[in-house]
């Protein structure tokens, strides 16, 4: 198995403009998460989805900040428009088909300027 | 409010040496614990799960212990290398949810 895949690995953008990363989640996997990682924060849940459905969106900081699964294979977490203190690395990850370990990918690197 | 910490927050010993990494967790009714590894740019992977029924799982030169009464968990490193230079996170998974709420991390280094 290829593992999660995320993309891009690295995006650097202006300040306004928007924002979309990308994930594939491991085949057979109904659980999908996306994390944020900062120095100062950790790592922060900021939504998750069960069968392509979100059950929690709380940890989505603001309006600005939406993610979609439109099928099993797929999840898109989008931002506009962006701000500098959007930078940090996310992560998708996922688990299911029985087991309970999460799985991440390598992440994607968000520089907004 | 749930939280996981991890503490000390970075951790230097020679190599050879069996160490100990510390998790706390503020909530009892907790589902399940893993344990992962995070080498620079790179993803998390999972060491060690811990279901709630558990008290301990081993892989290879790694233990990890639960202790749902006190809140705290542990990841025993033995015989320690320079290639287990990493951080080393928790993550908790309380009952009723299937969020799981990370530590901050042990940045772990191993001297040659």
């Known amino acids: 198995d290829a593992g999660v895949i995320q993309s891009p690995r690295h995006e650097v953008t202006e300040m306004g403009q928007e924002v979309t990363l990308r994930c594939k989640p491991i085949?057979?996997?109904?659980?999908l998460f996306w994390y944020r990682q900062t120095m100062m924060r950790g790592l922060e849940l900021l939504i998750y989805?069960?069968?392509?459905?979100?059950?929690?969106d709380s940890g989505m900081p603001e309006d600005r900040f939406s993610a979609k699964m439109p099928n099993a294979s797929f999840s898109t977490l989008k931002i506009q428009p962006s701000e500098p203190r959007d930078s940090a690395v996310y992560f998708c990850?996922?688990?299911?088909?029985?087991?309970?370990?999460?799985?991440f990918g390598n992440g994607t690197r968000l520089t907004v300027t | 409010k749930q939280e996981v910490t991890q503490i000390p927050a970075a951790l230097s010993v020679p190599e050879g040496e069996n160490l100990v990494l510390n998790c706390s967790f503020t909530d009892s009714a907790i589902y399940n614990l893993q344990w992962f590894r995070q080498d620079p740019g790179k993803g998390l992977t999972s060491l060690l799960l811990i279901q709630s029924s558990q008290r301990e799982q081993t892989s290879g030169r790694l233990n990890a212990s639960l202790d749902k009464s006190s809140g705290r968990s542990t990841l025993y490193i033995a015989a320690s290398q320079p290639g287990d230079s990493a951080t080393y996170l928790c993550a908790a998974r309380f009952s009723g949810t299937y969020k799981y709420i990370f530590g901050t991390g042990t940045r772990l280094k191993v001297l040659a």
């Open positions: 085949s057979g996997h109904d659980y």
């Open positions: 989805f069960n069968n392509n459905v979100p059950i929690d």
């Open positions: 990850a996922s688990s299911g088909g029985g087991g309970l370990t999460l799985h």
